[in-house]
Each structure stands twice: as structure tokens, then as C-alpha cells.
């Protein structure tokens, strides 16, 4: 039979091989690479207008976020039943993955039953066809004996359209293909199936998560391919879906990470982008189907439509009498006669013709042997063009996903199913061939789904179970960081009442309230030249500052700042204090003022017990420093023998202050306003100026070694011209002093156990004043590092990060410094630069595990930022009430490097105090760089003027 068909075409060639005479009359069909790669151009046009938030309302290619946000990364397992509605078969499956023992590894296993859905049902009322398929769901649960003690989850792929706001929520935009079922447009089809479900009764199914079926198929292929990040099917419809970054997506909030969307590429020419390639065929196809005007590119591509074309070419070829001497049968009239398989049956190698003369036969034509050459051809160049505009809209995506990445070269996969890719004989290869020729510069794999879409669709379920249980395991892990407003408010009473406790008692309390002799702010009213030390932050810094005659003028400000190696700062005493002289003469040595005796301020951040305001013994170290033989010593004492046993400058050191204070000094030189002095970097503290009457314990003199006595006397000129001041400035003039609060003790008596977490135990007691600065373990930045790598590393143990590897780095205290909490948590900074830290600490983390790092440093940061609100609005409440005001406007200068440099803790701690002390109106203040100093330079200037009068 096949030898005379061959004798025979050989003899026609003579005359004119047939399939010249379709390649005439389809010659609007034959696609060239440069149409292929114009037509790729306008897709990728269509890519950016459906993605962008101006343009997507009206663009033709919907681009739908999927929220699937990642591929498979070989931690998803469980059990799920799934369902794949919308292709040419509707299945109901049990997929399970890495379940059960005997598996190998990674294994999935898949139970499936196709249902068959009544025609009437696509056409009929949409609770119709759901109730269908949880009915259809509920017989396979009972023929598979599936147990309904615990609550199933569901993997729902639906292959229509659907606008998601979450994974497991989809509004059907239209309907398409075979399906137009009433009553479900703009319809959470979700929703839908859990009504039916219910209706149907006898099941417990919880439905997780809805995919369309591209992307349950770039999952399905993902499984087994981490290059696969593209989705294709060329089905009974057409469309792809692929990895898009982020923060391309405006539709979807943030800007980290990737997410598949599923671009719905069918509907490419609704909007007449495709109207020069458009044939009369098409117009005809489209005329003629339940959607007209929609879809245009699916009805040029994909299977529902792709035999009709060929009917109503052959048609219009026999009408024309080109073929079959111009006989029409009615079977050749007759829409659907001529389906895809139909198709894919001419085109077979070996039966193709034979197959192209039963179908036609079938038509009821008699088809010489050039009729079937010339219609197996028609059948070539109508699935050829098919392939080209797949090979086109993909070329489009790959060269999108390259230019996303930056790319040179792209390596990647693309998962496909679909009846018209798997059963047509040459399409895959068509479709690969072309793809190549258009993207000769990108490594492109095909991956066919074996198993159908419900694997995938079951993967991203199990993504999406692990990310909910993840997300609730994280939830439940930040909770307790997460204070309510009772709890600030709580926190806000307790550091009153510790405020309280400290001004009375001479005794210990958890907040020392230290004197610090300083009783009044500038006056502007300061000049001449100080030197400044400034010890206790990040940084030692000696200063040279020199106010100049005249109110408010800035003072000249040399500095240098010297480092204080770990070793020195946990040294002894003496070699502190040494390093400490040796720094200060570098810098005299630097200033040529060798030989300047110059009057010096001492700005130390330790608790100091001071007796007048050029002693401070110190109470305790805190933060790094735990330096021998100073705990109980002057420190004042401590730096002038130091300097005489270096014995090469000599200075007059006039004042010791806290930080706090310094910065409050520094504060009010430019802003009178400013009574409080805040500091929130390495450690944390306040200081404010409280009325003398309230300071019980300096009622009666605090003798200690040092006995500096003479203070007393001064205290009352102090009294005279503070009068003077405050007559001036209208509240009566009450004598006030500054006192250092130490609030970092807050806690240490255990008023704070029921906020502190076990991850702050831990950071306690791994401290090196383990039960003390309890305030200061939650709120500064030496210790927030350190609770937020004890949170990662419980995540981490719970296999909620890092996939479970609990790294040396991870268990490296002080790895995570708290700089990194600024720079994780700064708005400006992509997930790929979280990445990137954590990279350089050794943690190798997913676009995931960079967002819940992220999401642990803002709530470790919050609390820290609303804990010193609460404080705050304690104290300037203190100071309201103190002066029976309703209302307080105050101000407070603020330094460290936590409030400077951290993005959000500022504007928290603002907020908090705000809410918390609603009668109080408080300007934060910075400091400038050097407050420290400059403060202690104009305590020291206040102090030197005094003694001149
Ligand atoms: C098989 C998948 C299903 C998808 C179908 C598409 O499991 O989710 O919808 O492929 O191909 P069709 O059956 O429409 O040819
Ligand atoms: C800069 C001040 C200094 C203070 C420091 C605190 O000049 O007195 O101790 O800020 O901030 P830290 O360096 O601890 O972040
Ligand atoms: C639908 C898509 C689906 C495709 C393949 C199209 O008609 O709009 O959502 O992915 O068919 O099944
Ligand atoms: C110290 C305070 C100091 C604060 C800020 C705390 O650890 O106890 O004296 O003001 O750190 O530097």
C-alpha cells in the first residue's frame, strides 16, 4: 500500500508537489525567526504592562501574582488530596510526598481517578459543576479508604484565571477553553469549593492552597530540577507561568524575594497585538467560539482550537476546489470535526498520511493521494505555527528572566504538560528547535510532567503548610516580643516607681537615681578652652573644646578618637587608666599642648556615686568594661594617677560626668529647653534635672573615702543664682539637680521577669554581669545582636531557618553585632543584601530565611525602642507632675549609636513615649558628634566659672 502511495507522490512532484500549493495559500501562517522575534518583542511589551500597577487594569496579558513564592527546595513532605480541574481531564488524586517508610528518598507517591465532567456541567451553573467535584472527591476518599479522623488538606489546581490575594483565595476573572459555568465569575472559586464541599458533607478538607496549572506543573517538574522556574502548558489551552522577582510585581506588597505569575498568555492579541498575524482562519475559529474576541493567541496555539483551523482551511481549500476537486461533505462543514488528536495523528511519521486519508474518508471525501499530502500539510503548518508562537512567548519570558537576573548566559527549565505537547508527534521537538534558534545564548531544558500537575500543585500546599506553620511557629516565637500597650504601660509604672524608689533610698535599688551634681543647664554664658575625655560608648574620643565669648556661639571642637582593645577594657584597672593617659597624650601631643595644664571634664558612662562634681565612685562596670580594682575607686583619682605616672602632662580635671549628662549639657547649649539626657547605643541610661527636694538621700552628706567636703557651701550660691534662673524662667525657682537614673537596672529586682523571654535569660546569663542591667539586656545595642542569634538559633534548632543547620557561626556569641540589625532592618536594603550578611557571617540562607531574619531584627529592635519609650514617658511625666504642670514641652538630647543609626528605633521610641504621655510634648534632640564631650567641657566650664566668682 505505502510503496504505490510513493510511486504515486513521485509522479505528482512531476507535476506539483502538493504541499507548495498550501504553503501559497497559508502563507500568512508561515511565522519567519524575525516575525517570531518581533512577536516576542510585543509579548515582553505585554509582560511589563500587565505587571505594572498603571498599566495592568487594562493590559490584555493579566499577569497574575500566584503567590507561590518559591520553588520546591526538597523540605516540603506530608499527604495531601488533590484536585486538577480544567484540563482535558478532571483528576482526583492523593499525592503524598516523603511520606511513609520503604519510600526512597524523596519520593512521591501519587493515587489519581479521572472523573468525567458532563458537558452540560461546563455550561451550567457553577454550584453545579462544584458540587460534581466534591462529590466526585468524596467517592474517592471512600474508594481509597482515605481515613477522615484528622483534617485532609487539599491542593486545588484550577486552570482558569483567578486574581489571588493569598495562596489559598482565587476570584475567577473568566471563564475559557470548554468551560462557561454560570454564576462563578468575580467569585472566590476557594470559597466555592469549600460551600460545595460542606453541601456534600462527610468530609473533612481543609483546601490550602489554589494553583493554576502551570504553575502546578513547574512545581511537579521543580520537583526533580532546581533550574525549572517556567511553567508551559499546551493543552486544550495555553498559557505559562514563571519566576518573577518581587519587586517587578507591583501588585503584591514588598519588594524581596521572587514569585510565580501566571502570565495567562492566551489572552496575548486581545488588545490587538497580534492583529497582523491574525488569518481569516483565526477571525473564523474566534467568531465561532463562546468567547469571541478573547483568548486570541490560545485560539492560534492551543488544542481546543488548533483542529478546527485545520477544518475550515481544508474547507475553504475544497470550496476553493483546490482539494478534493473542490467536493464539500457536510462532515467537512460541521464545526469540531476535525479535532487536535485528529491533528497529531496526520502528522505521525509513519501513519501520518494513512491517518490524514481514514480522517478524511471519515468526512465523507474521497481525498486523492495529493488531497491527504496537501491536508497532512495544512495540519504541519497550522501546529508549526502553534509551536513558533509558544517558542515566541517563551523566548519572550527567558530573555525577561535573564535580564531580571543580569545574566550573560541563562540555564533553566521549563515543565510542560498538556494533551497537544505530550501527544503531538513533532511539537516538542518544533517547539524546542525554534526556542533555541531564538535564544542561542540560553541553556534551555524541557522537562515533561510525568505525572500530571497535582504532584506540584500538592508541593505548593506543602510550601504553603510550611509556610503557614512556619509563619505560626514564628508568630508564636516573636509573641512575647511583641508588647501591648497594657505591658508598655506597665513598664512605664514600674520605672516610675523605680524612679521613685531610687531618689529615696540611700540603700541599693534596681535604679541607682545617682547624683550628679550638675544643677543647671547652660546659660551660654560658658568660655574658654576644656579638654574632654569620653569613655564608655562605641569609641574613646579626647576632645579640645573652646567656647568663645557671647550666648549660643558653637564651640570649636577638636577630637580624636582612640579605640579600647577588649583586652584593656576586661585589664586591670591601672592598665585602663594608663591607656587611657597615653591617649590623652597623643592627642596634647597631636594639639603641640604638651604643656598646657588644661581644666578637663571626664565624660564616664558607668554608674559613678558622686559627692561633688569632680568624684565618682564607681558602682559597677556595665557593657563591655570589667576592669579590676575600680569597682568602689574615684575614677577621678584613678585617670590623675594614671597622668602622674606618666608624668608628662598634667591636667586639672574639674568635673566627672555620666554620658547622660554630658549629652543633656551638650543639648541645652543650643536648645534650653533640653533637661534630659538620653542615651541609647551600647548601653542605655537617662538623666534628667529632678528638684534637690526630691533627692532624699543627698539630704545628708554622702561621706565616702575621697571626702570631698567644701561642696556644701557652693551648693547654696548654686541655690542663689538657680533661683535667679528659674524666676527668669517661671516655674518657681526650685533648686533642681541632674540625676543619672541608671535605668538599665530596671529589672534587677525582677520587676521586669514577666516581659523578659528565655532568650533574654540566656543573653543574661551569658553576660558578664549576669542579673544586672536587665533594662539594658533588652534595649541596647551591645545585647540586641545577641537576642536576636538566640532566637535564630531556636528557630533554626526548630527547623524553621536555615533548613535546620545549626551552623558554628549560629552558635558564635557576638557574631551578630548589632549594626547588622541596622543595616537588616534599613527599608533600602533588598533581601538579597540580608543575604549577603548573612553570608559573610557563614549562615547560607534562602530569600525565606532572609525575610524571617528580617522580621526576628524588627521585633527584637521594637521592643527595645518601645521599652525606652515607656521609660521615657515615665520620666517626663515625673518631671510634669513634679511642676503640677497639665501640660509639659520639654526637650531631650540624645546620642548613641542604636538611636543615631538604627532605622526605625528613633521614630519608635518617639511614638511610644507620645502615646504614653500624652500631656507631655517631647523633642528629641541629637547630639552632635562629640556631645559627650562638649558636654563634659561646659560641665567642667560651669564648674571653673564658679569657683572664679
Ligand atoms: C495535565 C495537568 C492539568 C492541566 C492539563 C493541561 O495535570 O493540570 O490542566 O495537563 O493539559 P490538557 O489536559 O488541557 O491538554
Ligand atoms: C557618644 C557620646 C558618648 C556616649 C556614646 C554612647 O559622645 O559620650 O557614651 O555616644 O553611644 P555608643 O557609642 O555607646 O553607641
Ligand atoms: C487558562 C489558563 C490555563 C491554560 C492551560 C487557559 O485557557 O486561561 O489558566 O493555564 O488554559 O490549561
Ligand atoms: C551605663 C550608663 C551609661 C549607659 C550609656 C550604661 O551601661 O551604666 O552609665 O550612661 O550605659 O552609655
Redesign the pocket.
Known amino acids: 500500500m505505502f510503496v504505490v502511495h510513493l510511486v504515486a507522490s513521485f509522479f505528482s512532484k512531476l507535476q506539483e508537489d502538493p504541499t507548495k500549493k498550501v504553503d501559497r495559500f497559508l502563507y500568512a501562517m508561515h511565522l519567519h525567526d524575525d516575525q517570531l522575534s518581533d512577536i516576542a518583542a510585543r509579548f515582553q511589551a505585554e509582560l511589563k504592562k500587565g505587571l505594572s500597577v498603571e498599566s495592568n487594569a487594562a493590559a490584555a496579558v493579566k499577569m497574575l501574582p500566584t503567590h507561590v513564592r518559591s520553588t520546591p527546595d526538597g523540605s516540603e513532605k506530608g499527604q495531601f488530596l488533590a484536585l486538577d480541574l480544567?484540563?482535558s481531564r478532571f483528576k482526583v488524586l492523593q499525592v503524598k510526598v516523603r511520606e511513609g517508610m520503604g519510600m526512597r528518598r524523596g519520593g512521591v507517591e501519587l493515587v489519581e481517578k479521572t472523573y468525567p465532567v458532563p458537558k452540560e456541567l461546563h455550561i451550567g451553573r457553577g454550584t453545579e459543576l462544584f458540587d460534581h467535584v466534591s462529590e466526585s472527591l468524596k467517592d474517592f476518599i471512600h474508594e481509597k479508604n482515605i481515613s477522615l479522623e484528622k483534617k485532609q488538606p487539599l491542593a486545588f489546581t484550577f486552570?482558569?484565571?483567578c486574581e489571588q490575594a493569598t495562596l489559598n483565595q482565587g476570584l475567577l476573572l473568566n471563564w475559557?477553553?470548554n468551560f462557561r459555568a454560570r454564576g462563578l465569575q468575580g467569585k472566590d472559586v476557594v470559597q466555592a469549593l469549600r460551600g460545595a464541599i460542606n453541601k456534600t458533607g462527610g468530609m473533612d478538607v481543609e483546601v490550602l492552597a489554589m494553583v493554576?496549572?502551570?504553575v502546578a506543573t513547574m512545581m511537579t517538574c521543580g520537583f526533580d530540577d532546581q533550574y525549572c522556574e517556567v511553567g508551559l502548558?499546551i493543552?486544550?489551552?495555553?498559557?505559562a507561568c514563571y519566576m518573577e522577582e518581587l519587586r517587578n510585581v507591583d501588585l503584591v506588597e514588598g519588594d524581596e524575594g521572587r514569585m510565580c505569575v501566571?502570565t495567562?498568555w492566551?489572552?496575548f492579541g486581545d488588545d490587538g497585538a497580534l492583529k497582523d498575524y491574525i488569518t481569516e482562519f483565526d477571525r473564523d475559529v474566534d467568531a465561532a467560539s463562546n468567547n469571541p474576541g478573547k483568548?486570541i493567541l490560545?485560539k492560534m496555539v492551543?488544542g481546543m482550537y488548533l483542529g478546527e483551523l485545520v477544518r475550515l482551511v481544508v474547507l475553504k481549500m475544497a470550496k476553493l476546489g483546490l482539494l478534493f476537486e473542490g467536493h464539500v461533505s457536510d462532515a467537512l462543514r460541521t464545526k469540531g470535526t476535525i479535532t487536535t488528536e485528529h491533528v497529531a495523528a496526520m502528522e505521525e511519521y509513519k501513519n501520518g498520511l494513512n491517518n490524514t486519508r481514514n480522517l478524511l474518508v471519515d468526512l465523507d471525501l474521497s481525498p486523492t493521494p495529493d488531497d491527504c499530502v496537501a491536508v497532512q500539510h495544512v495540519s504541519t503548518i497550522v501546529s508549526f505555527r502553534s509551536s513558533n508562537l509558544v517558542a515566541a512567548g517563551l523566548a519572550a519570558i527567558l530573555t525577561r528572566i535573564k535580564q531580571n537576573r543580569n545574566l550573560r548566559t541563562l540555564r533553566i527549565s521549563v515543565g510542560v504538560d498538556?494533551t497537544v505537547y505530550k501527544m503531538h508527534p513533532q511539537y516538542p521537538k518544533r517547539l524546542q528547535k525554534v526556542v533555541r534558534r531564538l535564544l542561542p545564548e540560553c541553556h534551555v531544558r524541557f522537562v515533561l510532567s510525568d505525572s500530571g500537575s497535582s504532584k506540584g500543585a500538592a508541593l505548593v500546599s506543602a510550601v504553603a503548610q510550611r509556610l503557614a506553620l512556619r509563619r505560626r511557629q514564628v508568630d508564636e516565637t516573636l509573641s512575647p516580643f511583641r508588647l501591648s500597650q497594657e505591658q508598655l504601660q506597665l513598664v512605664k509604672t514600674r520605672m516610675r516607681a523605680g524612679l521613685e524608689a531610687g531618689l529615696k533610698s540611700k540603700g541599693p535599688s534596681a535604679i541607682k537615681m545617682l547624683p550628679s551634681f550638675v544643677y543647671r543647664t547652660p546659660d551660654g554664658t560658658e568660655y574658654g578652652q576644656y579638654l574632654a575625655l569620653d569613655l564608655g560608648g562605641t569609641n574613646f574620643r579626647v576632645l579640645l573644646v573652646n567656647f568663645k565669648q557671647g550666648l549660643q556661639q558653637n564651640p570649636r571642637l577638636y577630637h580624636k578618637i582612640y579605640t579600647i582593645p577588649l583586652g584593656i577594657m576586661q585589664g586591670s584597672g591601672e592598665e585602663l587608666f594608663d591607656h587611657i593617659a597615653e591617649c590623652v597624650s597623643d592627642f596634647l601631643d597631636y594639639m603641640g599642648m604638651k604643656n598646657a595644664r588644661l581644666p578637663a571634664g571626664f565624660t564616664f558612662s558607668f554608674p559613678c556615686k558622686q559627692t561633688s562634681i569632680d568624684t565618682g565612685t564607681l558602682v559597677s562596670w556595665t557593657k563591655r568594661f570589667k576592669a579590676t580594682d575600680c569597682e568602689g575607686h574615684d575614677v577621678v583619682n584613678m585617670l590623675r594617677e594614671a597622668i602622674k605616672r606618666r608624668n608628662e602632662f598634667d591636667l586639672d580635671i574639674a568635673a566627672v560626668v555620666n554620658d547622660t549628662v554630658a549629652t543633656m549639657m551638650s543639648c541645652a547649649f543650643e536648645d534650653p529647653q533640653c533637661e534630659i539626657g538620653l542615651i541609647a547605643g551600647t548601653g542605655t541610661n537617662v538623666c534628667y534635672m529632678e528638684e534637690l527636694k526630691n533627692i532624699e538621700k543627698i539630704g545628708q552628706k554622702t561621706g565616702n573615702k575621697d571626702g570631698a567636703e567644701g561642696t556644701a557651701e557652693g551648693e547654696e550660691d548654686e541655690q542663689d543664682d538657680g533661683r535667679e534662673r528659674e524666676r527668669k524662667e517661671g516655674h518657681a525657682e526650685i533648686p533642681k539637680m541632674c540625676i543619672n537614673t541608671e535605668w538599665g537596672g530596671l529589672g534587677d529586682d525582677g520587676s521586669l521577669d514577666d516581659i523578659i523571654t528565655p532568650y533574654d535569660t540566656e543573653v543574661d546569663q551569658n553576660s558578664l554581669n549576669p542579673g544586672k542591667q536587665r533594662f539594658e539586656k533588652l534595649t541596647s545595642g551591645m545585647y540586641l545582636g545577641e537576642v536576636v542569634r538566640q532566637v535564630l538559633l531556636d528557630l533554626t534548632r526548630g527547623s524553621l531557618l536555615f533548613r535546620g543547620h545549626v551552623t558554628e557561626a549560629l552558635k558564635t556569641p557576638g557574631i551578630f553585632q548589632t549594626k547588622y540589625l541596622s543595616h537588616i532592618e534599613s527599608d533600602r536594603l533588598a533581601l538579597l543584601q540580608v543575604r549577603s550578611i548573612l553570608q559573610q557571617l557563614g549562615l547560607d540562607s534562602t530569600c525565606d530565611d532572609s525575610i524571617i531574619v528580617k522580621e526576628v531584627c524588627g521585633a527584637v529592635s521594637r521592643r527595645a525602642a518601645q521599652l525606652c519609650g515607656a521609660g521615657m514617658a515615665a520620666v517626663v511625666d515625673k518631671i510634669r507632675e513634679n511642676r503640677g504642670l497639665d501640660h509639659l514641652n520639654v526637650t531631650v538630647g540624645v546620642d548613641g549609636t542604636l538611636y543615631k543609626l538604627h532605622p526605625h528605633f528613633s521614630s519608635i521610641l518617639q511614638e511610644t513615649a507620645r502615646i504614653l504621655a500624652p500631656q507631655c510634648n517631647v523633642t528629641f534632640l541629637p547630639s552632635e558628634e562629640g556631645g559627650g564631650g562638649k558636654g563634659a567641657a561646659l560641665i567642667t566650664a560651669v564648674a571653673r566659672q564658679k569657683l572664679e566668682m
Open positions: 480544567g484540563g486552570s482558569f484565571p475559557s477553553k493554576n496549572d502551570t502548558i493543552g486544550t489551552g495555553t498559557n501566571n495567562e492566551g489572552a483568548q490560545e492551543s498538556g
